[in-house]
């Protein structure tokens, strides 16, 4: 019976597939994880991966491999992560991510990613935010790209490789991979007991929609970036894949907490990252102490900048996480108007300094060309002779679609378990930026890369044993039932190509995100999320009446925008609403108010579910403390309380050197035994 | 109000690859903003579709994703040069109000607007094995020490985003040959430059000595002049080529 429910192919014959969805470090480790296993995948992205937002990142991915006898180690890694993301983070998936680090980074170098070497031929590592460990492993300064190209090509591998029964007999004209690029995903196919049986996704060159079977179903979509408009996210970044299921049922945890990165530079378009890895290398954040100050940058002496970072947290200086990093910066430009004072606007732009000229040029050009070369070519001046001028930008999602796990006896993950990384909708999965698992409140600089590519090694697994268990394949189910919900998708589609409204949905958007991005940052402010909420439902309301800017019949981009924008509002309330609900400050989210954390009421999950508008009404979120879900027909009890039995919750002290993990400081007290426990359910 | 600063681009449209008929230019007036670059005037057409004679018109179709220069995604024909279109900034092309003429890349099949089809690119990286053979994702400990030089040999030629420039600018890539291009070749550099990854050199040259390969380079060296990454690519044609002979002459005896 086991091995029939674990077979190739379906009662009828057809070969049985999973679904990943999206093509970055989360999805691509998770369609490798899944070929390793013997599972075929179909494999879904908006773009050709290859392009997929990880290749953003720039500094580099943290492993505590101890290369340089400074006494990291995973523990150390674990600690200052939760520290770090001030304690919201379930502890036993953290712990998972820092054991398994050093692997990981190996496992790249294996599979060919150029990362920077030590004169003896090894990994080199650099520091980052939030440690004073050397930890971060970095390929110059285009780490992402390099980790995505690796997993890429190893994907590409598998479109090559033919699928076998599990006698070990080639499945004729079938690969364990099939590639679908340029399909934009719109819902998940559920059953009549709510349980996903597939996609229905969109061509976005012929405009076909279609619904795909899969056993199961993994998105690795991304964050939500672009629902402030500009920020350092890639313009598919609109979350719009998490959005339309949390529309379905899923539930949406912590989306209140938004990082905010300290440094980048200001575009039309865009707002491009300059890595915290030039921190790392000994970059230096400053601004005149004269605010009127008319010389350029590299003319200041010495003693006339003030290194507000280094003055204030001696013990971390320019590497404070980035929550603390971002305020800084913003009360030092915003409310102290102490930016760099610009002789041609005459006033203080909301900028600082962040200075490298200080720095041997030729470990510069090794270790930070890619982001230097993004400063020059967009900013039109040389960092290496000039102190570069930055901001803080909307970065990462910290919240995403809830996905639960299963603790081991020894604090970490049960392996294989289907309850990894599944959310609430049996099922669908979620890895990466577009789940919510492993930064808390605030997440530490390189381990998103680290978080995104063994989100997708437990998430393979269980997505595994998931379809391994499962009674009927959805390959078995009858068509009717993908039938149903294409043209439910293609209802909706027709629908939107037939508004004809006043209201343009791009400047509906931009309408959307100067809310967000001035309101729900940095700074919170209950009177002023009281707005952006009211702002939010006259946007849903306006959005009922957008005209449509393009009614081809083909690569119509207006009309999937008016789409994406539809889940982008959804999020933005997800995100407005929960910061007004949450009355405290813990990591990224600040309110002046509420200047401390509150443990009592707060150290908790923020849970979310949609509701849907009722009568021309706009939608709302029903916020619940706990609920049930099954996973292959168990039922599971889960509660918002957070699973602190690793490391137990202390103030954050970044002015001292250490505070992040006892260990750091050589100070290591003997840990009290894990806390008897405070399950996650 | 009235002599606000204006950016003016002319830009080729075409609903289909089947439709070359629809085939026209449209050209454009949008507000110049600072910093502002070839996608950010993109996007003010797409609050405002209407043409520079106050037609209306649907926005234009364009590919792009990171907007920095590192996913290769937004790669046209700017004023008759191929690049990215977001480094491609508005002070730098039209310094004094110049009209900035956009076209889709020629030497791919083209999709609508600007959008063009570059399937090919990644079906070429499946042609030459541009990947590690990799046991398994299993933890197996460190992989093989490598040298700082060879890391600094490598990690430029990794940087390659598929963004198809080099091809479009190659003389040699049209619809008589079957040249694989630059980029591809500059690939199996790359891998055959990695310690496990040269132990399957010979798989990868051998697609580079058949039809389509490494000998169709005519050394125009315009790929390198156009690749935006600054890829040593005449320099890793040169060197494939060599390999290729090599092998050719001595590959039966070196096994």
């Not at chain 1, 606007?345 to 040029?361: A, C, G, I």
Request: net charge neutral; with cysteine; charged share 25%.
């Amino acid at each position: 019976m086991a091995a029939k429910q674990a077979s190739t192919r379906s009662e009828n014959g057809k070969v049985r597939r999973v679904i990943v969805v999206g093509g970055g470090l989360a999805g691509l480790t998770t369609v490798i994880k899944l070929c390793e296993a013997g599972v075929p995948v179909d494999l879904f992205s908006l773009v050709p991966v290859k392009r997929s937002h990880s290749v953003c990142a720039q500094g580099g991915i943290n492993a505590s491999v101890n290369t340089k006898g400074e006494g990291d180690s995973p523990q150390v890694h674990l600690e200052e992560t939760v520290y770090g993301g001030d304690f919201l983070a379930n502890q036993p998936p953290v712990k998972g991510m820092a054991d398994a680090a050093p692997g990981i980074v190996f496992l790249l170098d294996r599979m060919g990613v150029p990362f920077n070497r030590t004169p003896e031929g090894l990994l080199d590592f650099r520091r980052f935010g939030g440690t004073l460990f050397h930890r971060t492993a970095f390929a110059g300064a285009t780490t992402g790209q390099q980790l995505l190209y690796a997993l890429d090509e190893q994907v590409r591998r598998y479109e090559t490789v033919d699928v076998e029964d599990e006698r070990g007999i080639v499945v004729p004209g079938e690969r364990m991979v099939r590639k679908f690029e340029f399909w934009d995903f719109l819902s998940v196919v559920l059953d009549d007991s709510g349980i996903s049986r597939g996609i229905v996704a969109q061509d976005v060159k012929t405009m076909e929609i279609r619904a795909f079977p899969g056993d199961a179903v993994c998105l690795g979509t991304g964050g939500p970036g672009m629902v402030f408009g500009r920020s350092t996210n890639s313009v598919i970044n609109t979350g719009t894949a998490a959005g339309s299921v949390y529309r379905q049922g899923a539930c949406y945890a912590n989306g209140e907490f938004i990082q905010v990165h300290p440094t980048a530079i200001p575009g039309a378009d865009k707002l491009r990252l300059i890595s915290e890895s030039a921190r790392g290398e000994g970059g230096r954040v400053w601004v005149p102490r004269d605010p009127k100050e008319k010389r350029p940058g590299r003319d200041v002496p010495e003693k006339e900048r003030d290194y507000f970072l280094e003055a204030k947290y001696p013990g971390y200086g320019n590497l404070v996480p980035r929550d603390i990093a971002s305020r800084e910066l913003f009360l030092k430009c915003f409310h102290e108007k102490k930016g760099v004072y610009n002789t041609k606007s005459t006033k203080n732009e909301n900028e600082v300094y962040l200075d490298l000229t200080h720095l041997p040029k030729e470990a510069l050009r090794k270790k930070l060309a890619g982001i230097l070369e993004i400063y020059e070519k967009f900013v039109g001046e040389d960092p290496y002779e000039n102190p570069m001028r930055v901001f803080p930008a909307v970065h990462y999602s910290m919240g995403g679609l809830w996905v639960d796990f299963e603790r081991a006896s020894n604090g970490s993950l049960v392996m294989g378990s289907p309850r990894n990384h599944a959310t609430n909708i049996p099922g669908l999965y979620a890895a990466g930026e577009c789940e919510y698992q492993y930064h808390g409140a605030n997440r530490l600089g390189a381990n998103s890369l680290l978080s995104c590519i063994w989100g997708g090694m437990v998430a393979g697994p269980a997505l595994a044993t998931y379809r391994n268990n499962l009674d009927k394949s959805s390959y078995d189910f009858p068509q009717a039932l993908f039938d149903k919900a294409a043209k439910r998708e293609q209802d909706r589609y027709t629908d939107i190509l037939k508004m004809d409204g006043d209201e343009n949905p791009y400047r509906l958007h931009q309408d959307l995100a100067e809310e967000m991005l001035l309101h729900c940052t940095i700074e919170r402010h209950n009177d002023q999320l009281d707005r952006v909420v009211a702002k939010i439902d006259e946007i849903e309301q306006r959005a009922r009446k957008v005209g449509v800017t393009d009614k081809a019949g083909f690569a119509n981009q207006g009309a999937q925008f008016i789409r994406h924008l539809g889940n982008m509002i959804v999020l933005a309330r997800v995100i407005a609403q929960g910061a007004r609900n949450r009355d405290e400050s813990r990591g990224a989210h600040y309110k002046p108010a509420f200047k401390d954390r509150n443990d009592a009421d707060f150290l908790r999950t923020t849970l979310a579910f949609h509701k849907e508008g009722q009568g021309g009404g706009t939608s709302t979120i029903h916020y619940a403390r706990d609920f049930d879900y099954s996973i292959a027909g168990v039922p599971i009890h889960i509660t918002d309380a957070v699973d602190i039995g690793l490391v137990k919750p202390r103030a954050r002290k970044y002015e001292q050197a250490g505070a992040a993990s006892a260990a750091a400081t050589g100070d290591i007290k003997k840990e009290d035994k894990p806390a008897a426990k405070s399950p996650a359910e | 109000m009235a002599d606000k600063k204006t950016v003016r681009l002319k830009i080729q449209r075409q609903d289909s690859v089947d439709k070359p008929e629809s085939r026209r230019w449209e050209e454009f007036n949008v507000i110049w903003l600072p910093q502002m670059n070839v996608i950010s005037a993109l996007m003010e057409i797409q609050k405002n579709p209407v043409t520079a004679d106050g037609k209306k018109t649907t926005p234009v179709v364009w590919e792009s994703v990171c907007l920095e220069e590192v996913c290769g995604a937004c790669t046209m024909v700017i004023n008759g040069r191929v690049r990215q279109a977001c480094t491609a900034l508005i002070d730098q092309i039209a310094p004094n109000g110049e009209t900035i003429t956009l076209a889709p890349m020629t030497k791919f099949p083209l999709v609508r607007d600007l959008q063009v089809d570059r399937a090919r690119m990644f079906n070429d990286l499946k042609r030459v094995k541009a990947w590690i053979s990799l046991d398994g994702s299993h933890e197996l400990g460190a992989a093989p020490r490598q040298s700082q030089e060879n890391q600094e040999d490598t990690y430029p030629l990794s940087r390659c985003m598929t963004c198809g420039c080099c091809l479009e600018a190659c003389p040699q890539i049209n619809d008589s040959s079957s040249f694989i291009g630059p980029s591809a070749i500059s690939q199996v550099r790359l891998f055959n430059l990695h310690p496990s990854g040269k132990m399957h050199a010979a798989e990868r040259l051998e697609t580079l000595m058949a039809d389509g390969g490494v000998g169709d380079c005519g050394k125009a060296q315009n790929c390198v002049e156009v690749c935006p990454k600054e890829i040593p690519l005449v320099d890793s044609i040169a060197q494939m080529s060599r390999q290729a002979t090599k092998h050719m002459l001595f590959g039966w005896l070196l096994g």
